[in-house]
């Protein structure tokens, strides 16, 4: 069954970096687009980036040019390396996949960017 499994989230002062990392399974990775979703507390989930199976990448306007989403076909997984973290940052991240038509997330991860 598809599976995925976040990690690398944590408590980072503004200005610090995170990478996220999703390992995937139960699917053919390599053939498939993958996102990366957050939720603030009180907030709707908003799509914060996503890589198309060549490699295409799309970013919230936020996150641009400070967060960068990446693939490792030959790992299964999924990254979001983060920079320049602002406190407005701070959200359960979820990567996601839509395999056969149907949406998968994983569990989340917390990240917090705080002094």
């Known amino acids: 069954q598809v599976q995925l499994v976040e990690s690398g989230g944590g408590l980072v002062q503004p200005g610090g970096s995170l990478r996220l990392s ?3 399974s139960g699917f053919t990775f390599r053939s498939y687009g993958m996102s990366w979703y957050r939720q603030a507390p009180g907030k ?3 799509l914060v980036a996503d890589i198309g199976s060549g490699g295409s990448t799309y970013y919230a ?3 641009k040019g ?3 989403i990446s693939r490792d076909n030959a ?3 999924l990254y979001l390396q983060m920079n320049s973290l602002k406190p407005e940052d701070t959200a ?3 990567c996601n996949a839509v395999v056969v038509g149907r949406d ?3 569990q989340g991860t917390q990240v917090t ?3």
Do not use: I, L, P, Q
Request: contains cysteine; charged residues 25%.
């Open 22 to 24: 999703c390992a995937a």
């Open 44 to 46: 709707e989930r908003e």
């Open 61 to 63: 306007d936020s996150v």
């Open 66 to 68: 400070r967060f960068t």
């Open 75 to 77: 790992k299964n997984t």
């Open 92 to 94: 359960v991240y979820n």
């Open 104 to 106: 998968y997330w994983g």
């Open 113 to 115: 960017v705080s002094s």
